[in-house]
């Protein structure tokens, strides 16, 4: 291979080791955060079961501006579990859904919440006051002026008769005053105060009715006079022309009556809240007994992954290590010829021709090994050539030397004799 192309691949190698490296570390702050968030968040459902405890206790006391509260609190719990179940958003932040080693564990929490739920949600829809109660308290306020005005009437038709009647008059006008007392201990009744409101109401009603019989002539066996001064009394009747009022009083106390007896046999409020505000109550540690063990649970368990995440961290630095390691190696083993090849050519610039280097690779130092192999050759070869041709010339240039030399010598020689006159 190529020295460029193994360099490319190598940058690559690196380059997706980075990679790698950089998006294990960003899934694995972005899954922390998210199962972080998680968690909160459970742990936000401990604080909304407390809430919702308060928010039926508030209703089942009579603060009504609660009730939409309660509903919204339902509503975010019911939201705030299932995401948990499934991962989501909650309040702009992703959170991780429920590990599958803890989802018994959210079960149970989820098995116990429907219960309480529903506790929670009926406490939320029923009313608080019992309907009869209050029909019976707006009907005795309603017909109670009525109630007033004809007693006052009968009072002024008795004014006409002469004295043999003044205990008439007295009744009459006890009614009066005893209608107004009704009317009065009904408006508390309906402000909450029932327990004296009640006591009142039961005498006043008692007296009512034993001053309408003592005037119609009825008796009062069938009446419980006990704890009252109330007595049977012997009175004479009343003219038929002045016993209209009284008819009219009659009647209308007869539908009164119903409802007075309905208001000093039942309570104010109603009885349907009494038991899921017991169960609701007792529910309350169980749920959040199970929310802190799914908890704890999940602690453990990111626990755990955490441990086995470091392992896997500790493995990937371990071939990172290796990847590095090898491309050093891979690099070192790549460039290492170059140091053979500028050792060679120092031999080359000394004088020393034909080293060869022996290296088998395919790549450019390959081709440069080969191509300063071939030099080295032919330079030696060449040494060689003009080595063998100095000689040849220094052979050469003797042998004309000597060639030359013999002739000249008797030349010499009869040259001086010649110059010797001879």
Known sequence: MKIISKTYLLIGVLIGVALFNLFVLYNTQTTTANESYSIIRAGDLKAKVETIAVLTSSIANGKESDRPVLEKEITDFDSVLSTLKTGGTIKGQVVAPIPADIVHDYDEVAKIWKEYRADAAEIQATSL??????????????????????????TRDLELLDRNYNRHKEIAAELRETAKTIGQNALLVSLGQEQEAKENLH?????????????????LD??????????????????????NSLEELDLLWEAVELRVKTIETKSLYSDELDNPIARINNQR???????????????????????????????????????????????????????????????????????????????????????????SETIRVKEEEARKMDTAKDEFLAMITHELKTPLVPIRGYAD??????
């Open 129 to 154: 006051y019992n309907k009869d109660v209050v029909n019976a308290v707006n009907y005795v306020l309603e017909k109670n002026t009525e109630l007033i005005l004809v007693s006052d009437g009968l």
């Open 203 to 219: 005498k006043a009603r008692i007296t009512f009715d034993a001053g309408i019989r003592k005037l119609l002539q009825l008796p």
């Open 222 to 243: 069938d009446l419980d006079l006990s704890g009252t001064n109330i007595r049977s009394e012997e009175i004479i009747p009343i003219p038929r022309e002045n016993s």
């Open 285 to 375: 540690q169980t749920l959040l007994g199970s929310i802190d063990s799914m908890l704890d649970m999940w602690n453990a368990d990111r626990i755990e992954r955490r441990d086995q995440g470091q392992i896997i961290t500790q493995a990937v630095i371990g071939i990172d290590i290796a990847i590095f390691v090898i491309v050093l190696f891979t690099i070192r083993r790549s460039l290492s010829p170059l140091e053979t090849i500028t050792h060679a050519l120092a031999r080359v610039r000394e004088g020393v021709y034909g080293q060869k280097i022996e290296y088998a690779g395919k790549d450019e130092i390959g081709d440069l090994a080969s191509s300063f192999n071939t030099m």
């Open 417 to 422: 004799i010649l110059l010797g006159g001879h």
